[in-house]
């Protein structure tokens, strides 16, 4: 495809469930990255990957948020035991150049009851 | 701490009119800025950007203008079509930090025909 793919585009989950996010880059882009949107609020930063570069974790918000990203290509992130505020837009990103434009998925709607 | 505020939720103006959309910033260490556009339900689209070597960008209706010393920036959109309406978020960036991207809230701007 032309444009960077989440799935699944919609996710509802129990509380103290594990959920797998899935992000598929636009094809040569080398940086990605994972944002996430909670309800009336903006786009809260996660982690960064670029190339084979040591990831940037600085924004996951606790232990139980994991990335890994395969090569330049596909990307994963991981919530294990769901807490109701993990309930957000989860949005993946990706870049060209290091410092260039983001380009983001449609996103993956989390809801954690 | 949030570095980048829209201070703005939202915005109604009439089609054919000016919009200006606000962002202040409080890092004067950033020097790359963004806007994005986002429809509901799909993720962030990137709209115009400006280097703070510059403190004016125009793209056709789109305008954005950095004052530096003041640390604020801003979107003009003329004329304003109802298509435009949509949420708009500001983004900053420092080069050490690759592409990752700081935003702000997010201001929604109805333009009504």
């Known amino acids: 495809g032309a444009g960077v793919s989440q799935s699944p585009s919609n996710k509802v989950t129990e509380k103290g469930k594990d959920v797998e996010l899935r992000c598929d880059p636009i094809?040569?882009?080398?940086?990605l990255y994972w944002y996430r949107q909670r309800l009336g609020q903006g786009l809260e930063f996660l982690i960064y990957f670029q190339g084979n570069s040591a990831p940037d974790k600085s924004g996951l918000p606790s232990d139980r948020f994991s990335a890994e990203r395969t090569g330049e290509s596909v990307s994963t992130l991981t919530i294990q035991r769901t807490q109701q505020e993990d309930s957000a837009v989860y949005l993946c990103?990706?870049?060209?150049?290091?410092?260039?434009?983001?380009?983001f998925g449609p996103g993956t709607r989390l809801l954690v009851l | 701490d949030q570095q980048v505020k829209q201070n703005s939720p939202s915005l109604s103006v009439q089609e054919g009119r000016i919009s200006i959309l606000n962002c202040d910033y409080t890092n004067s260490m950033f020097d790359y800025f963004l806007w994005y556009k986002k429809y509901p339900a799909e993720g962030p689209t990137f709209l115009i950007s400006?280097?703070?070597?510059?403190d004016k960008n125009e793209d056709g209706r789109f305008t954005v203008f950095l004052n530096k010393s003041a640390k604020h920036l801003s979107l003009h959109i003329v004329p304003s079509q109802p298509g435009d309406s949509a949420v708009y978020f500001c983004?900053?960036?420092?080069?050490?930090?690759?592409?990752?991207?700081?935003f702000g809230e997010g201001t929604q701007l109805t333009v009504n025909p």
């Open positions: 094809s040569g882009h080398t940086a």
């Open positions: 990103a990706s870049s060209l150049l290091v410092a260039g434009v983001l380009y």
């Open positions: 400006i280097s703070s070597i510059k």
């Open positions: 983004a900053a960036s420092l080069e050490t930090s690759g592409s990752r991207l700081t």
